[in-house]
T-cell receptor, first 111, second 117 residues
Framework: EDQVTQSPEALRLQEGESSSLNCSYT??????LFWYRQDPGKGPEFLFT???AGEEKEKERLKATLTKKESFLHITAPKPEDSATYLC????????????FGEGTQLTVNP | KAGVTQTPRYLIKTRGQQVTLSCSPI?????VSWYQQTPGQGLQFLFE???????NKGNFPGRFSGRQFSNSRSEMNVSTLELGDSALYLC????????????????FGEGSWLTVV
């Protein structure tokens, strides 16, 4: 069974204080690892998909990296508007569009 | 272009009733998936449809069902509602198989909030 574990569960940062979120996974035949951002009361917003170990993708203050066992979401100089829950999910090669999600990391950035 | 559209946004139902939720995928997307999100269980996969056929199914009881129409729009139905069915139901769409990595991006709608009383 596929497993995704995210840490920490919650993270409080000061504006400008960089940090990283972790996503550890166990999956038989990884096709892709997805990162989403979710604001309260809204659906997940797509951020990145990573497909192979060593791959990196960037978007504004966010950078996602992937190894064979985990992924990191690095947040550089965060702003209060980056406050949200960040979700990690894995997609298996043989499971179509089915995603298995972690519990998420709730990020709060204080001004 | 328009994103994934879900209706209704909010609804309240009584135990024992049934409910139908609707999802219109992004134009051109042929794969539609449904998820249930609750504070205790997180996001759980319900089922996936492609070309009007169910491709995958999660571990939910038979009270949860879905279908997809020829225009790729999808509906899910929950019969004999229980209090524990109260959740945010999310629909996601993608281009579908055979579209390469760029077609693998999966987008979510805003969800339908179901409260069972």
């Amino acid at each position: 069974e596929d497993q995704v574990t995210q840490s920490p569960e919650a993270l409080r940062l000061q504006e400008g204080e960089s940090s990283s979120l972790n996503c550890s996974y166990t999956v038989s035949g990884l096709r892709g690892l997805f990162w989403y951002r979710q604001d309260p009361g809204k659906g997940p917003e797509f951020l990145f998909t990573l497909y192979s170990a060593g791959e990196e993708k960037e978007k504004e203050r966010l950078k996602a990296t992937l190894t064979k066992k985990e992924s990191f979401l690095h947040i550089t100089a965060p702003k209060p508007e980056d406050s949200a829950t960040y979700l990690c999910a894995v997609q298996r090669e043989t499971s179509g569009s089915r995603l298995t999600f972690g519990e998420g990391t709730q990020l709060t950035v204080n001004p | 272009k328009a994103g994934v559209t879900q209706t209704p946004r909010y609804l309240i139902k009584t135990r024992g009733q049934q409910v139908t939720l609707s999802c219109s995928p992004i134009s051109g997307h042929r794969s539609v998936s449904w998820y249930q999100q609750t504070p205790g269980q997180g996001l759980q996969f319900l089922f996936e449809y492609f070309s009007e056929t169910q491709r995958n199914k999660g571990n939910f009881p038979g009270r949860f069902s879905g279908r997809q129409f020829s225009n790729s729009r999808s509906e899910m139905n929950v019969s004999t509602l229980e209090l524990g069915d109260s959740a945010l139901y999310l629909c996601a769409s993608s281009l579908g198989p055979g579209q390469g990595l760029s077609g693998n991006t999966i987008y979510f709608g805003e969800g339908s909030w179901l409260t069972v009383v």
